[in-house]
T-cell receptor, first 115, second 116 residues
Framework: GAGVSQSPSNKVTEKGKDVELRCDPISGHTALYWYRQRLGQGLEFLIYFQGNSAPDKSGLPSDRFSAERTGESVSTLTIQRTQQEDSAVYLC?????????????FGAGTRLSVL | DAKTTQPPSMDCAEGRAANLPCNHSTISGNEYVYWYRQIHSQGPQYIIHGLKNNETNEMASLIITEDRKSSTLILPHATLRDTAVYYCIVRVANNAGGTSYGKLTFGQGTILTVHP
């Protein structure tokens, strides 16, 4: 597709369950980012990938959160043993390279609701 | 990355110019000014960026003061579809040797409401 694609668009889960969120970046984009946005709040950075490596994981809130990227393409964000405070919109962005002039293109996000 | 200050909200009449200010008094010489916006229930959308010269594209104009301590995003003819949260972000051009390449630090932004 032409843009960043995220799936599912909405996810409702029960507290304690694991969830996987998927991001398909724009083809050829080497940099990929995950952000979280709680209701009424700004975006919080979670993790950055350059290729399949993650040089910056500083935003992951706990060891229940992990992410991987394969084939320098698709990325999956996994949240284990979900808690109610994990409820948020999870946004993925990609860019052609991370240096100067970098423009990040965002997907529409996955809205996660933990009951 | 330098901190930015934006008014929490602004109003604009449809068809008029919307001028959104941003203060970034601690900006460093290698930091760019980026503007993104987020329309309700969508992901952020890139608008424009600049280093020190004024910039214009099909969406907006960016005016950066000579001392680079502040900037203004101008939407020349606002429409109802421009109602959104507008984020001003300053970020290093690159971070050689570091790990935080390119991440964007979002503040609270300015809620722009365009009314008929």
């Amino acid at each position: 597709g032409a843009g960043v694609s995220q799936s599912p668009s909405n996810k409702v889960t029960e507290k304690g369950k694991d969830v996987e969120l998927r991001c398909d970046p724009i083809s050829g984009h080497t940099a990929l980012y995950w952000y979280r946005q709680r209701l009424g709040q700004g975006l919080e950075f979670l993790i950055y990938f350059q290729g399949n490596s993650a040089p910056d994981k500083s935003g992951l809130p706990s060891d229940r959160f992990s992410a991987e990227r394969t084939g320098e393409s698709v990325s999956t964000l996994t949240i284990q043993r979900t808690q109610q405070e994990d409820s948020a919109v999870y946004l993925c962005a990609s860019s052609s390279h991370p240096g100067g002039g970098n423009i990040q293109y965002f997907g529409a996000g996955t809205r996660l609701s933990v009951l | 990355d330098a901190k930015t200050t934006q008014p929490p909200s602004m109003d604009c009449a449809e068809g008029r110019a919307a001028n959104l200010p941003c203060n970034h008094s601690t900006i460093s010489g290698n930091e760019y000014v980026y503007w993104y916006r987020q329309i309700h229930s969508q992901g952020p959308q890139y608008i424009i960026h600049g280093l020190k010269n004024n910039e214009t594209n099909e969406m907006a104009s960016l005016i950066i003061t000579e001392d680079r301590k502040s900037s203004t995003l101008i939407l020349p003819h606002a429409t109802l579809r421009d109602t959104a949260v507008y984020y001003c972000i300053v970020r290093v051009a690159n971070n050689a040797g570091g790990t935080s390449y390119g991440k964007l630090t979002f503040g609270q932004g300015t809620i722009l409401t365009v009314h008929p």
